[in-house]
């Protein structure tokens, strides 16, 4: 039992309420939602509208729960429960939506999420002809967003879908049906890029994702809709939410499951966890960057331009899924210090090094640069460290001419010169260009072990 003085410290959780249909295949609706709600940290709860009897093949009967029942749910909720966002999903007919459109203005919701959903990944209608009418007379003024995919952006606007300026017209007509906001999801479309196109009233913002060649994206909709809801549960600015939702789903279709004989689920386990990944990583280099200020020692290892220190996920590909200091790490006269919280895309210099060494030891998912000199590699030697070293002189003609690419092809000549995973990898400059050595680490602990070992 919980003492009251550990039961005093436990955080209130964010709690994200959804409205949808149950999937008995458990790869959408209130099952999907409640999956990606627990692992994105929030608290779910749901009002279910209504059963399906369904599988990754197809819907097979759909039972709608009555209105009066829908409406009980959200009151049972609301009227004890905080909600600090909820999102909806299937509402089956006209006097569900009405109902919904009721508890949420009745208790008035904020952070409201619709996802106007219309068919099934099968091809089953979800909502009555009757309710779309309902839907955007009722629903959609409550909603801070709104997120039709193609074929759904098509429906409720009357505007073709097929060019960038078809969209942006739809989401304006949309708009001004209500909703705070508008996401026009591009997961139905063609093309190597899924985009989903944000339109708030003001601007536009497009999110890009690349498209995976599978069938497996059952429930990708109430997914990303539901992330969203958490997100802004969370607290993130709308724009936020939907990069963090898009970062999410795109996750989890690349990790998705073939189960079934038909669309599989999408992977919620595997997406949450890489969030989860990406906090304990922002949080490795912000500890990493309380000690090197506490160490005004250190100061002497920095170079000319500043140093860096860097982190990724496991299996990183990209420049995006590299975390690194916005501004560096400067040198100032007490210590060594960062201009701003670590964050992931923030340096390129930092991620080439890492997903290049990466590309040979997968295990060397952290760096940091120190200047050069003879006596480092003096001490690197003395306390059992490796060092590789390559010669700018003899980096290709093509590779010089394509912009980034230099650190990328050093880091991998030097992994190549030696037959064991390297702690250090140091150049020796050229014109305009200072020597620099990286340290090269599992973790940014480990690469402060090895910076120790040099001082």
Known sequence: MKT???????????????????????????????KTITVLGGFGMS???????????????????????????????A????????????????EIVEAVAEGIGRFQIHN??????????????????????????SLFPLAGLITPNLHEARILSGVEVDSEQERKEAARRLHGMG?????????????REAEDLLFDGSGFQAFSAPRFDTPHTHG????????????????????DAVGEAKRFITEAIRSSFPLGGGHGPTNHYAAGMRSVEQDRILGALSRAASKLWQNPSLTRLSPEVQSNMGYALPGAT????????????????????VVRPPAFGASRHIASVILAAMQHYPQLRSTMNICFSEEVLRKAQDQGLVAAGFDRAEEPKEVKDREGSSLEWGTGAAMRSTSAPPDLVYDR???????????????????????????
């Open 4 to 34: 009251p003085e550990t039961s005093s410290r436990v955080t209130e959780p964010r709690c994200v309420l959804t409205i949808a249909g149950s999937d008995s295949g458990g790869g959408a609706g209130i099952q999907a939602d409640l």
């Open 318 to 337: 990209t420049h995006e899924e590299v975390a690194a200091f916005p501004g560096r790490i400067v040198r100032l006269p007490e210590g060594l210090a």
């Open 179 to 191: 909703p705070g906001a508008v996401l026009i999801k591009g997961g139905h479309g063609k093309g």
């Open 220 to 239: 990708t909709g109430c997914t990303l809709s539901a992330a969203i809801a958490t997100f802004l549960a969370r607290g993130l600015e709308l724009a």
């Open 47 to 77: 009002a279910i509208t209504a059963l399906t009897a369904q599988n990754t093949r197809e819907v097979q009967a759909v039972s709608a729960v009555a209105p009066e029942f829908v409406l009980r749910q959200i009151e049972a909720v």
């Open 79 to 94: 009227s004890d429960l905080p909600i600090h966002a909820a999102k909806t999903g299937m509402l089956a007919n006209r």
């Open 112 to 137: 409201l999420v619709v996802d106007p959903v219309f068919i099934s990944k099968g091809g089953h209608p979800l909502l009555a002809e009757d309710a779309v009418e309902a839907l955007t007379r």
């Open 429 to 455: 400059g050229d014109v305009g260009k200072e020597p620099m050595v990286r340290i090269l680490g599992t973790d940014p602990s480990d690469v402060l072990r090895k910076l120790a070992l040099l001082v």
